[in-house]
DNA sequence: TATTGTTATACTCTATAACTATA
DNA sequence: TATAGTTATAGAGTATAACAATA
């Protein structure tokens, strides 16, 4: 188990992480933003699948979920069949529009990476991938119950602040 | 230099660890979103400092900094004193009430990271903490220029679907 | 003219709740 | 009644562009 300081860095880090994400995703095509990439990366790699299944894998609601794979199909990228075996559901496909796209982003996200990333081992980059998957196991499906403390909520000023001077 | 694989792999585990950042963001004080918490936990751990530092240190647009801090000044948890040495600037330093905020919000992501990572060992966090922040190194201030290929824009068809069954 | 911040606007992602269709 | 999926709505984060004040 480690300290307090540890997780208050890692705390930091994590925050911090996101300003890669964004980098990532300033790459990508024009009309397909990182909820339509995760959709296509998914679906590449584990295969046909149903909504709950790809919403489970995303780690969002559902209806976020829908969402994106609207944006998609709309794109032709992948196709929406029925389910004989529950028509309450849809599994979904990746077409081979959607297989290019997907090659598409590959490519992209690679060389953004490798340029980055130059100076970086083998070994680095496989311990990094291997402790961020142990990350995202340990918070496992946690939708973390609300858990929420008294919390004391500070009296709102909304400071209407001009420009600069002042306080 | 890692494979091609490897750098799909982490482009993955990156985009994966929004899940994980979400569910920090749950257990935040209901009037201090990321957002907030970010502004008071770098200038925590910075000391007093301009808003464009800040900005620098957020990795994001400077107006996405002004919003924030808009936010957490309204509530009284820091101050926007002027800067002496150029009108123009803005020094920003957190007030008692602002400590307190911070003290809180370390609370809860200790008490929430303690609990998920309760069976990692100190080394790993570490670990952990140090490859994220080469990570954040390597991609330094790197707001990757446009870089954009040539873009195949895929026809949209918005099929206004409905419930299951149809394509 | 260039820089520091603020504000308006727009877009993406997400969650909650209401709803339809099926189990 | 419960589940799979869709849609409407709202809130948060971010970027671009226009703007004010100062350098």
Chains 1, 2 share one sequence.
């Not at 004989?84 to 490519?107: C, F, H, N, V």
């Not at 142990?134 to 939708?143: A, V």
């Amino acid at each position: 188990m480690a300290e307090q300081a540890q997780f208050e860095e890692l705390a930091r880090q994590l925050s911090a992480v996101g300003a890669v994400k964004r980098d990532m995703g300033r790459i990508l095509p024009p009309d397909c933003p990182t909820g339509s990439a995760a959709v296509l990366t998914l679906l590449g790699r584990h295969g046909d699948m149903r909504m709950s299944k790809l919403a489970e894998l995303l780690a969002v609601d559902m209806s976020v979920t829908s969402r994106h794979v609207a944006h998609v199909a709309a794109r032709g990228w992948i196709e929406r069949h029925p389910d004989p075996a529950d028509k309450r559901s849809r599994i979904l496909r990746l077409t081979p529009a959607g297989l290019e796209q997907l090659d598409e982003l590959s490519r992209r996200t690679t060389h953004l990476l490798a340029e980055r990333l130059a100076d970086w081992t083998d070994d680095e980059v496989n311990q990094l991938i291997r402790l961020m998957t142990r990350l995202r196991d340990s918070f496992g499906d946690c939708r973390s119950a609300p858990l929420r403390h008294a919390s004391v909520a500070a009296p709102v000023l909304e400071e209407t602040t001009r420009t600069p001077a002042s306080t």
